[in-house]
């Protein structure tokens, strides 16, 4: 696997990009269940067009075969990849505040890149759900951390890990749209349909002495490199919860560019144990 992987880091972004549409439309024909979850969540957010749908399948191949590159390429290497940081006032503001930074990064575009960006400028504390194959797990923690990049994994000494990180006006970054496991999430809706959501994140955002931003890498065309786009978490609204605000704002987030989302991602699904959504079985 890793000898496979370092074969794939060697080669041009443009080719991986290339070759990963096909994998894309490889894995789209051959997985009924990915297919209906990609066009059932599609179609729940009101996407029923072929063009978003041809651009979704291909996007989610693009990112599999990335993967390899941006996590065994050296760093150097990678971030000459991003052409620039739309937002970057919003980090350099924080951070002449003292404020820790929370960094939500949905499935959407390439969120691997993001937190390299940020260990570039500073220390970042990645939360991450280590994979039941341990040769996995071995290969994710070599790709993820590094120089000013430390990885804190779902349970109480990981969530101590992040808040001494923000403490030390540190920065952290988490996954707002995974699944949590039962009894850490609450049902919110997510683009108009009940999903489990983690009450992590928005118990975070809304943590004094820390600001929280969007993060979205946006994958340009023909392995052109990515655009890292950055976005304040908007305003509460009247009676609104505060995993409801934060699911509202990766659907504005999503919707700049819905081609680049991981739709064909189980949103909706119920983790063992966890309360039935309202309304019914999920």
Known sequence: ML??????AALPL???HAAGALLGWFAYAASPTYRRHLLENLAQAGYRDAATRRGAVAAAGKGMLELPAIWLRPRADVLRWVRRIDGEQLIDDARRQGLGIVFLTPHHGCFEITAKVAAERFPITALYRPPKLRF??????????GPNLRLATPDYAGVRELLGA????ESVGLLPDQVPSEGEGEWVDFFGRPAYTMTLAS???VRPGSVTLLAFGERLPRGGGYVVHLRPLPAARAGESDAMRVNRALEELVRESPQQYLWGYN???RPRRAPPPPGGLA
């Open 14 to 16: 443009p080719l991986l």
């Open 203 to 205: 118990r975070l955002a």
């Open 3 to 8: 000898l496979l992987m370092r074969l794939l």
């Open 267 to 269: 949103r909706y699904k």
């Open 136 to 145: 996995v797990q071995k290969l994710i923690e070599r790709g993820r951390a």
């Open 166 to 169: 923000l403490k030390r006006g």
